[in-house]
């Protein structure tokens, strides 16, 4: 995994017991500061208006910084940095060099705290996967957060270089149609059964620019993978604003909503009348093309697959944990660009031994006649 290479300069001054940076003096003791830079990466594709992260487009960070040894004094406790230069960075009041080694950890965006536990428990922070609108919680993955970890930092090294890594994936999708004497139209595209967010724990290493692919995914823990139960919007047409599909693909998207907690797939399933399971869901219609009747949903399609009784729509789900994409989970730092293709009405999961058993038209099964198809590419980014 391709890890954002950040170096960061802040400006700092120890004053013993307080690591806020709410000190009173503003003069900057006797004694080397804290001092970071940045160092940008090669020339980056324009992503920033899909709320992508990179070296060139980091604004701020929040940073902790903690005796290495012992009960973990913070010299700096969450402490917000900001960009005033290409090259340049500053934060209230400057932090001096102790004589003892620092661990230093950092994040963004800066709206989320770093908890320093005691002793030897690893730092964490808070990602979650909604925001609150009125009171309510929104499902949201709009937010693409990246961390950095220094352990070990002494005073004589230098400016403070911060790798920053990428704690999400990133998933983007392509929709086209293919079906005879059909037309497809779309409402609605949802990641369906995704992680509502938990907490993230620092690694115990200094994040490295050239880690291996997956570096970060075991800091999730054990619940942030497991508890998969919220839907995501990904698109949504206003009423009378459905789109057309044709053979070609297009990209549909109106919230923004890219950036997904590396989940561990679940099996698409049936259980008492409940669809379960990693999966694309997307709502739409089928029409003939000559005369404009309804072709599906129709009288036989299952409720399940309807958002409510006498909808005029119904549910295809491409399932995530597929032989045609070849992975079973997704990977923090690695982008997902997926294509998936209409060429039959939806099905209820089935097992493939089901599958091939009914070689129906309608199956979901990558191997069965005109069954919808699902493929994707993988890269990272910086």
């Not at 940045?38 to 208006?49: K, L, Q, V, Y």
């Not at 990133?170 to 990641?191: F, G, H, L, Q």
């Not at 139960?229 to 909503?257: C, R």
């Amino acid at each position: 995994m391709k890890l954002c290479r950040a170096i960061l300069p802040l400006l700092s001054v120890l004053l013993p017991g307080c690591g806020s940076g709410q000190q009173d003096s503003p003069e900057i003791p006797d004694g080397e500061p804290v001092a970071f830079d940045i160092n940008p990466a090669a020339e980056t594709s324009g992503s920033d208006s899909t709320g992508v992260i990179t070296t060139r487009n980091i604004s701020e960070f929040r940073v902790c910084a903690y005796e290495a040894t012992g009960g973990r004094h913070i010299v700096m406790n969450n402490v917000l940095v900001t960009r005033t230069g290409r090259n340049s960075w500053t934060y209230p009041h400057l932090i001096k060099w102790p004589g003892v080694p620092l661990n230093f950890e950092a994040v963004t965006p800066t709206d989320v705290d770093i908890t320093v536990n005691a002793w030897d428990y690893p730092s964490s922070v808070k990602l979650v996967m909604y925001k609150n609108e009125n009171g309510r919680e929104t499902p949201d993955a709009s937010r693409d957060y990246c961390i950095s970890v220094r352990r070990n930092a002494m005073k004589g090294d230098g400016k403070l270089r911060l790798n920053f890594g990428h704690c999400m994936a990133r998933v983007a999708v392509d929709i086209a149609a293919d079906i005879p004497y059909t037309s497809v139209i779309v409402k609605e595209i949802t990641m369906y059964r995704m992680s509502r967010g938990g907490d993230f724990q620092f690694p115990k290493t200094t994040t490295a620019p050239e880690a291996g692919r997956g570096a970060l995914d075991n800091c999730w823990t054990d619940w942030a993978l497991e508890q998969k139960s919220i839907q995501i919007p990904y698109f949504q047409a206003d009423d009378g604003m459905e789109v057309p599909l044709t053979s070609t693909p297009v990209s549909l998207h109106n919230k923004n909503n890219f950036f997904y907690v590396p989940i561990i797939f679940d099996k698409m399933e049936t259980h008492d009348g409940n669809i379960t399971g990693s999966a694309i869901r997307v709502l739409c219609q089928f029409t003939n093309t000559a005369d404009g009747t309804l072709i599906w949903p129709n009288k036989d399609t299952p409720y399940q697959l309807l958002p409510f009784s006498g909808s005029k729509y119904a549910y295809i789900f491409f399932p995530l944990q597929n032989k045609n994409t070849g992975h079973l989970r997704w990977q923090s730092g690695i982008s997902y660009h997926y294509t998936i293709t209409v060429r039959s009405q939806g099905t209820l999961p089935s097992s493939e031994a089901d599958a091939k058993k009914k070689s129906s038209p309608q199956s979901l099964h990558p191997g069965a006649n005109r069954s919808n198809d699902i493929s994707v590419v993988e890269t990272g980014w910086n």
